[in-house]
């Protein structure tokens, strides 16, 4: 079989083309399956466990929980994993999904001077509200709904 000269600069080009786009694709894919900062700190949260029942996750807070003081934040872990908790003023806890919507990662730290939940694993940030602050994650995390009286956090789940 004969080529003309113009399929044979289209068959070149693509091939020429395939060539120069998967060294790129391969450090693209790479980079989402390692750490982007190993010397990153260990897991910073307090874990805290709650009751579930009916739908619920009770977690006692008392005055020696993580949990107690305005601007704190912890783990809450229960039988089907664990969630991230906010606590920015008295009353109102904010009550999000601990895996990151990047690749599924488990978040474990907060930086309380920028006020976000951390995943270390490709470095997306979450705001408390778990809005995406910094990629590549982005999807928001989960938000539970909960209410907090009589020294107890209620979340439904």
Do not use: W
Request: hydrophobic share 35%.
């Amino acid at each position: 079989m004969k080529l003309s000269r113009r399929k044979f600069f289209v068959k070149t080009l693509h091939g020429t083309a395939l060539l120069a786009v998967t060294p790129a694709l391969s450090a693209f894919l790479e980079s989402c399956n390692t750490v982007t900062n190993p010397n990153s700190p260990q897991a910073n949260l307090p874990r805290l466990s709650g009751t579930e029942a009916n739908g619920t996750l009770t977690v006692n807070i008392d005055p020696n929980s993580a949990l107690a003081k305005p601007g704190n934040a912890a783990i809450i872990g229960y039988s089907k994993g664990t969630l991230l908790v906010d606590h920015p003023s008295d009353t109102t806890y904010n009550v999000l999904s601990s895996i990151c919507t990047h690749q599924q990662c488990s978040i474990d730290s907060f930086d309380s001077s920028s006020g976000e939940f951390i995943c270390y694993c490709h470095g997306s940030r979450f705001d408390v509200n778990g809005a995406v602050r910094q990629g590549p994650a982005i999807s928001p995390l989960a938000k539970y709904s909960s209410q907090f009286a009589n020294n107890q956090l209620i979340i439904r789940i």
